[in-house]
């Protein structure tokens, strides 16, 4: 906005000491910023502030908009919420599913972008493979819930497999047993989640200096120390950023867990977010949901608060 | 071109977009104006998710035959699958802006009542001296009705005639006793075969009222004492424990903790169990995608020795007439219409359902004889569905659905997961 201002016309630049000018132009000029802002300023208003301001408001009054007259009850229902052992296994599960879906998306993330990296390949062997490693980012929430839950049915193509390999000599229920729910969800979405870091790291290794590498090797470095001397601080800021972003995106995982388990067996699928929506609209208790909701929201606006000052300390 | 006329350029597509979505805003309030006086032209709007599952043109048909017979007035059909049709409904109880007819199903009906939502057909009926007892079922919350039915589907049970036989089993089972043995048959015959399937699944929990509840109801049994959660009785028990003892047996599909209702048809579909309970819809359905399956359709087996009229879970196509409606006469007009005699007898053929009126028959003459045999079983049964009416039923259903989930995983009895459902009803009640 500042170069805008800069920018602006000669003729009001400046005039001699002895003339005054008129106050519209003085206004207009004033005001400009104000209106090249004002779309985006009330876009933000309205589809962000007014409605998280509401489910903000809602947290702090008895059921809502099933109950015509609500009234302010203070944090009782922050109190109902934390105090709610579902909600309990609900973070458990949450923190389980991201902190190993993060995990993994990295680590096979780096090994796909190093192998699609490496010098031996020749470039369409690599672009083939780059195309077959990114499919499953390509594929829509349903569409991957859809093909596990069959894959995955007791009758489906996976039992086969194993059973076949002679691996199991029992059919196994991956999504319907208690014991092996939460591992094949996180499964599933960490393989539907990795070639986005896939890709972002081959573009980060396609940027290293090659000197680098020679220096290394001159000063004698083996093929490890390489990695953790040169490839690895080079990719630092990339893997934090999008580190972050994974716990923030695998966090808000609502979709992907509802069509697959919907939070079951028993609740050992139980995330925060479909606990919010069960709480909306299965029990319509709308209060209730919209606290879980700011919960979800004070944890989530913890992490982009560090994103951001990560982001801020690399500029 | 400059930074200045790209700026401008900016702005003004900006600002049309804002002008669009405020515009876009304002107008979803607005109604369109229709007028009440007597002799007018009154325009209904009619929300419901059946225009969809008919075939093309069939409920405006039968509305056009309405129109004409009332000149005055004019029918808008806002048709929607269900899943979108419910947001809507439900969004329009919130804010006061329901459709003056709206499609309910039986579970939304506490809660809209609740809401002061859905008008009292009661005393709708006795003002314009409606005679109730042609109609098969009312939904009444407090002694007033709320709903109608206007088509019920009933969940016989299926069964697999070849797989049956195969097992050595020459006719459905009618009994527990027989239908425990007849799975073990059936589950006996090795290749991943099962004797019955159960949906379990929690995101979508109507397998407690269709597979699990059907067992308690079709020997007379209820779960409910004065309109109150009574889950501990002895009926619900030892349907429970049936239930559980077919788990323990080994003869339930395997994948029931997150099965869908759409998994059972299609476990069933391929082969692959001997007996399932469903909804008659899917008659069809089955018959299409595996032509070469030959099965039968029979009364869901009731306890040894039990002689009483069997219930038959069902599911409806409710109607009501929202409060905030400003032409609830003509409104009533069209449900009583829809609940005529011939009216009803036509919709109940084109869904290949049942008739919410007690006069009409459905012309079975074009459809599958299975059709006119299941009319014989619900005839000679009652139709049973206490989730109907009660207040959050989806919850109910999950709350009753993990607790069957633990007992069913050894992880507490039949006696504790009932008492904790139990407790988690009332809570809810």
């Keep these: 906005m500042s170069a805008l201002a800069q920018s602006a016309p000669p003729s009001h630049r400046d005039p001699a000491p002895t003339y005054r000018r008129p106050l519209w132009p003085r206004v207009q000029r004033r005001i400009t910023p104000y209106l090249y802002l004002a779309p985006t300023v009330l876009l933000l208003v309205v589809l962000m502030l007014l409605p998280i301001a509401m ?52 680590v096979l993330g780096l090994t796909f972008a190093m192998m699609l990296n490496s010098p031996l390949l020749k470039n369409r062997t690599k672009a083939l493979f780059r195309v077959v490693y990114v499919l499953p980012w390509l594929f829509t929430v349903a569409i991957i819930a859809v093909l596990w839950r069959m894959l995955l049915n007791p009758n489906g193509v996976v039992n086969y497999l194993l059973h076949t390999l002679g691996l199991i000599h029992q059919n196994v229920e991956w999504l319907a047993s208690p014991a092996t729910a939460l591992h094949a969800v996180t499964f599933i979405n960490i393989w539907a989640g990795y070639p986005f870091f896939m890709v972002s790291l081959l573009a980060g290794l396609q940027g290293i200096p090659k000197d680098l590498y020679e220096a290394a090797t001159v000063d004698g470095a083996n093929a490890v120390q390489k990695f953790r001397n040169v490839t690895l601080p080079q990719l630092r800021p990339i893997i934090i950023s999008m580190a972050l972003l994974d716990v923030i995106w695998t966090t808000q995982q609502f979709a992907l867990i509802w069509m697959t388990t919907g939070g079951g067996p028993i609740n050992v699928t139980e995330m925060l977010s479909t606990y919010t929506y069960k709480l909306a609209f299965s029990s319509y208790k709308f209060s209730l949901a919209s606290t879980s909701a700011v919960i979800v929201l004070l944890l989530s606006m913890v992490l982009a608060f560090l994103y951001v000052r990560h982001q801020r300390s690399r500029d | 071109m400059s930074n200045g006329a790209r700026t401008v350029r900016g702005l003004l597509v900006a600002s049309g977009a804002v002008a669009l979505a405020l515009t876009t805003a304002c107008s979803g309030s607005s109604n369109p104006a229709s007028t009440s006086a007597s002799g007018e032209k009154v325009t209904l709007e009619f929300a419901q ?35 979108s049709t419910k947001e809507q409904v439900v969004a329009g109880a919130a804010s006061g802006t329901m459709s003056d007819v709206v499609g309910l199903d039986g579970a939304w009906v506490s809660d809209f009542t609740k809401q002061n939502a859905i008008t009292d057909l009661s005393a709708l009926m006795k003002d314009n001296g409606y005679d109730d007892s042609q109609l098969v079922s009312q ?102 424990q049936f239930v559980k003892d077919l788990w ?182």
């Design chain 1, 55 to 106: 489910v903000i408001g809602y947290s702090f009054q008895d059921n809502v908009i099933t109950n015509p007259n609500p009234v302010f009850v203070g944090l009782d229902n922050y109190v109902k919420v934390v105090t709610d052992p579902v909600f309990f296994t609900a973070v458990k599960n949450t923190a389980y599913f991201t902190g190993v879906s993060v995990a993994a998306h990295m």
């Design chain 2, 139 to 240: 939904v009444a919350i407090d002694g007033k009705t709320r709903m109608i039915p206007v088509v019920n589907f009933v969940y016989p049970l299926f069964t697999n005639d070849d797989l049956l036989s195969q097992a050595g089993v020459s006719a459905p089972p009618s009994t527990r006793s027989q239908f425990m043995d007849d799975a073990k048959k059936v589950t006996a015959l090795g290749n991943n075969t099962a004797g019955w399937v159960l949906p379990l699944s929690l995101d979508a929990p109507n397998g407690v009222q269709n597979d699990v509840m059907s067992w308690v109801w079709a020997s007379g049994g209820s779960m409910l004492k004065d309109g109150k959660p009574d889950l501990t009785n002895k009926a619900v028990t030892s349907g429970t």
């Design chain 2, 248 to 429: 323990d047996a080994g003869v339930v599909a395997q994948g029931s903790f997150t099965m869908k209702e759409q998994d059972k048809v299609e476990e069933f579909t391929n082969g692959r169990v001997g007996m399932m309970i469903d909804s008659l819809a899917h008659i069809n359905l089955i018959k299409k995608e595996n032509p070469n399956l030959k099965f039968s359709i029979s009364a869901i087996p009731a306890e040894d020795g039990y002689t009483g009229a069997r219930g038959i879970p069902y599911a409806s196509w409710g109607i009501g007439i929202a409060e905030n409606s400003k032409h609830k006469a003509e409104a009533w007009k069209l449900v009583s219409y829809l609940m005529s005699k011939d009216v009803n007898s036509k919709l109940s053929t084109l869904a290949n359902a049942f008739p919410g009126n007690k006069e009409s028959t459905p012309d079975f003459s074009n459809s599958d004889p299975l059709f006119s045999k299941a009319f014989d079983i619900y005839k000679a049964g009652t139709p049973a569905n206490e989730f109907v009416g009660l207040p959050v039923s989806e919850q109910l259903m999950r709350d009753y659905g993990e607790q069957l989930q633990l007992a069913l995983n050894g992880d507490e009895s039949v006696s504790d997961a009932l008492k904790n459902a139990q407790a988690k009803w009332v809570a809810e009640f």
């Design chain 2, 49 to 83: 998710w059946w225009e969809p599952e008919l075939p093309a043109g069939a409920l405006q048909g039968v509305i056009d035959d309405f129109q004409k017979a009332n000149p005055n007035i004019t029918v808008k059909l806002l048709s929607g699958p269900y899943a």
